[in-house]
């Protein structure tokens, strides 16, 4: 069976919680989009991963990792986690199987997100500055170099350095110091040593595994509200977060995926700027924000913090085909007394739907809201969803309705083992 998890808000939704724990059954697990933006958190045994290329199922002792065509590759983060894994004791070149496609995140990629994100000023987007738009701006643009390019060291050194010499000047323009060619060109003969035995051609071994009716699990990264098509553009990310994304992103045809999971945390964060409607910055905004941890996996930064809003993650289920839910984060409602959701936005008096919006409407939408009785009880430990308290049941069972998707899961924790199967 093939499964998809997705992030069905503006990221950080729990994805990698829960890949870990489906990956159990799974025989691959595959990213296949985004960078390393990305930060997935997998709690195992008591340690802690955050994951920003690493397949989050990886730690599962019979899955192969794979990271797909249309993942970007930063090669010194991924070696790092890398060497994070054979550290511990993982012969990770038997667990992890890289696309010869990918293209790869360069210096100048990043500085130049840096520029572009100081240049704009108040308009700045709150990027991660990883290099992600740039990379992926060079990927369409066909200025990307491709990480099988690195193998063939005379076509990699001639574009490098005619890539660099460009992106040099438009730094320079920028004000920002050029980046080394010669000591960058340097690291990347070590990247290509280190990372020579993991890549591999994946599309076969996809194609083989789904005729032989494995298991193989999609983890998507980001969420559909940073979609670079469905997302509130420019408030983005560089690539595509939905069902589709599989296809160009691993070469797995769209028609092959059996369950499509969303991920639904039970209220909203967000790192970056740009409007989320059901935003808000009190004692109770505090509240959550300290007791969800909410600190962003890749930066650090201070996630906002906003009700849940139905709207635009029915949407999120909508435009991906979702079929199952996992919600996440519930434990950390508790305590709060009045928990609020959002239905549905108006703008000017009438209802408008978060398709009909970009940017400029969604910052001007009033959301509707209704609003539930909370619970006081922990739920940490709580194996059954009869056994949640009563006023959680409602609000969960509210949440399924409105969506017209099937709660599967409720995480009650970040940990693997923490989970209300249903
Ligand atoms: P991702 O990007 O979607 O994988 O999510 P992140 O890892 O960036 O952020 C989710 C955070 O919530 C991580 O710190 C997880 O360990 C944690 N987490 C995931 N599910 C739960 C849950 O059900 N309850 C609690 N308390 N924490 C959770
Ligand atoms: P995971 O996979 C939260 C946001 C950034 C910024 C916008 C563009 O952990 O859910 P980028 O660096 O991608 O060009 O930044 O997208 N963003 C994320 N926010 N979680 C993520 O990933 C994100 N990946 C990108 O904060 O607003
Ligand atoms: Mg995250």
Known sequence: MNQ???????????????????????????????????????????????????????????????????????????????????????????????????????????????????????????????????????????????????????????????????????????????????????????????????????????????????????????????DVDWGLYPYCTGSNVITGGINTGSGLPANKIDKIWAVVKAYTTRVGEGPVPTEFDDEVAHTIREQGHEYGTTTGRPRRIGWLDLEAVKFACQVTGANCLAITKTDILTGIKKIKVCTGYKLNGNKIPYSSCGYIELAKVEPIYKTFNGWKEDIHMVTKFNKLPKNCQVYLKFIEKFLKVRIKIVSTGPERERNIII
């Not at 990883?130 to 990927?139: C, H, N, S, V």
Request: proline share 4%; aromatic share 10%; glycine share 10%.
């Open 4 to 226: 998809f998890v997705f992030g069905s808000q503006w990221g950080d939704e729990g994805k990698g919680k829960i890949v870990d724990f489906l990956a159990a059954k799974a025989d691959y697990t595959v990213r296949f989009h985004g960078g390393n933006n990305a930060g997935h958190t997998v709690i195992v045994g008591g340690k802690k991963y955050p994951f920003h290329l690493m397949p989050s199922g990886i730690l599962n002792k019979k899955t192969i990792g794979i990271i797909g065509n249309g993942v970007i590759i930063d090669p010194e983060v991924l070696i790092k986690e890398i060497k994070q894994l054979q550290d511990e004791g993982m012969n990770v070149t038997k667990k992890l199987i890289i696309s010869p496609r990918c293209h790869l995140i360069m210096p100048y990629h990043k500085a130049l997100d840096e520029a572009y994100e100081n240049a704009r000023g108040k308009n700045k987007l709150g990027t991660t500055k990883r290099g992600i738009g740039p990379t992926f701006a060079d990927k369409v643009s066909y200025n990307g170099i491709r990480l099988y390019e690195l193998f063939s060291l005379v076509h990699f050194e001639e574009k490098f350095r005619f890539q660099a010499g460009i992106k040099n000047k438009i730094l320079t323009l920028f004000g920002v110091a050029p980046i080394d060619v010669e000591k960058e060109l340097e690291k990347f003969k070590e990247y290509r040593r280190i990372l020579a035995p993991y890549v591999i051609d994946t599309f076969p071994l996809l194609m083989q595994a789904s005729e032989k009716k494995k298991n193989i699990l999609f983890e998507g990264a980001h969420g559909v509200m940073l």
